[in-house]
């Protein structure tokens, strides 16, 4: 029997009325519309009004704004809360210069965060316009980018008036001049990104400086310098993909070549996100450092690893870094095993493979031959997660995770990606990696089919490198 149907006991729901386009391009339907009249309790319209505008104000503008047929409980939140205004989510055959100001008239609360690119903004007028709006006055969250081609343009003068109360910033595809940056204060910015920005060295440091609660630090395929030299005492997180062989660059633009980790006692994560740039790395002082992330489309290497590090850094850091994350071709487990002994105290391996490199089976991994008894500290004291992917369960895949299986004494759980997964198969496997032989009594075994790391394009927003666990999907 159908719900609301005769001797169901509930009754019918009101029709929704149609929207009506208006302010922000959606009016509030008349009282009454959409509500549930004897219907099960809504439970989430019984949440508080701070919460609930908390929920709404992180849906894109159009969907924050169609809360408002929901309920009569709903109505007002949408005007009340935090607006997320995202330029880029509303329907381009509508998108006009009148339409951002629509909104804010329609909207009564104050601009959280906004977003939007110099494409959407139709005109440089159009762009001082909407962020000279009195209802940015206090605006938390700005991603601007602009669309143009090179010559790249400074982004609006204007988008710095936001400096003392921004939390987050994302500028892209523009230049950052010296006179620009000279002399900005950031008090409050948290999380700071970089993407395809041409800027001087001197600027950069400048930026930084000027950031004194900087947590985050994202450089995405910056320009215009060689070096960086990072000095904050309160960074936590740095990310950076230096350049690409497709990316933009004017003639005999100087390349990001070297980072250079001179004081940072808050620092904790550091994700190279291609080790194929040609970066070079090197931690000077970084003693809480926890995370090193090393992701990569080309072959993995051992000594390029170790190379970009340079050996006198690696002292400070060995006996911090608990978490240790990479890219290669092939399970090569002499290359994981060189690793592990620089990093002793590790206590999350995470191993993600090239799915779409066929090279064969690459090396045998016969460990009971050279590593019969491999006295690797963090193996007897410390490892205990292990993810790793793209598993095709040969001969030798079988030996480098069975070299865990019978030596990691502390494991919890071990995560394998597979292509199939079917009980034949997986009994296949329990045998094959001597399972019922493991080092560690209470290790527990997970198959799926599911890709388990981020890689390099997931690795993209300055968020991600605030994640409790960034690598895993």
Same mark, same amino acid.
């Given at each position: ?34 509500? *549930?009249?004897?219907? #099960?309790?809504?439970?989430? +319209?019984? $949440? =508080?009004?701070? %919460?609930?505008?908390?929920?709404? @104000? ?78 940015? *006055?206090?605006?938390? #969250?700005?991603?601007?980018? +602009?669309? $143009? =081609?090179?010559? %790249?343009?400074?982004?609006?003068? @204007? ?89 933009? $660059? ?224």
């Amino acid at each position: 029997m159908e719900a609301g149907g005769p001797g169901s006991g509930s009754k019918k729901r009101k029709p929704t009325a149609p929207l009506e386009k208006g302010a922000g391009g959606d009016r509030a339907p008349p009282p009454g519309a959409g509500e *549930d009249e004897g219907g #099960e309790d809504d439970r989430i +319209s019984s $949440l =508080p009004d701070g %919460v609930l505008g908390e929920i709404v @104000s992180l849906l894109p503008t159009k969907d924050g704004a169609r809360t408002q047929v929901l309920a009569s409980r709903w109505r007002h939140l949408w005007r009340s809360a935090p607006l997320n205004l995202d330029v880029g989510t509303l329907p381009t055959e509508n998108l006009d210069h009148d339409v951002i100001q629509r909104i804010l008239s329609a909207h009564l609360g104050p601009v959280r965060r906004f977003s939007v690119s110099a494409e959407h903004a139709l005109s440089d007028a159009t762009m001082e316009d909407w962020l000279r709006s009195p209802a940015f *006055d206090n605006l938390q #969250e700005l991603e601007f980018c +602009s669309w $143009l =081609p090179p010559p %790249v343009v400074p982004p609006p003068a @204007s988008i710095f008036r936001f400096a003392a109360t921004l939390r987050l910033a994302v500028i892209g595809t523009c230049h950052l001049s010296d006179d620009m940056v000279k002399g900005l204060h950031f008090p409050q910015l948290k999380h700071l990104a970089l993407d395809e920005v041409i800027v001087s060295e001197c600027a950069l440091h400048g930026l930084v400086a000027g950031c004194p609660a900087l947590e985050c630090l994202l450089l995405h395929l910056v320009s215009r310098f060689c070096c960086v030299r990072i000095n904050s005492l309160t960074l936590r997180s740095i990310g950076v993909l230096a350049h690409l062989g497709t990316v933009w $660059l004017q003639g005999g633009t100087p390349r990001f070549e070297e980072l250079v980790i001179e004081k940072a006692p808050c620092l904790e994560r550091l994700f190279h996100i291609d080790l194929y740039d040609g970066l070079q790395g090197s931690v000077i002082s970084a003693p809480k450092m926890e995370t090193l992330c090393f992701l990569s489309n080309d072959n993995f290497s051992f000594d390029r690893i170790i190379q970009g590090l340079r050996a006198d850094s690696l002292a400070t850091m060995v006996c911090t870094v608990k978490v240790l994350a990479f890219n290669m071709s092939i399970f090569s487990l002499h290359m994981v095993i060189e690793l592990m002994r620089c990093f002793p105290c590790l206590e999350k391996l995470y191993i993600q493979n090239d799915s779409g490199n066929v090279m064969g089976t690459g090396p045998k991994n016969c460990w009971l031959r050279k590593h019969r008894n491999p006295n690797i500290k963090c193996l007897d004291a410390h490892l205990k997660t292990i993810v790793l992917e793209s598993y095709r369960g040969i001969v030798s895949e079988v030996n480098f995770v069975s070299f865990f299986v019978r030596n990691a004494r502390v494991l919890e759980s071990i995560t394998i990606q597979v292509k199939t997964i079917d009980k034949e198969f997986i009994a296949k496997q329990q045998r094959l990696l001597q399972v019922k032989n493991k080092a560690s009594r209470g290790a527990r075994f997970h198959y799926t089919t599911d890709r388990c790391l981020r890689d390099i394009g997931d690795i993209s927003n300055v968020r991600d490198l605030d994640l409790t666990d960034p690598f895993v999907r």
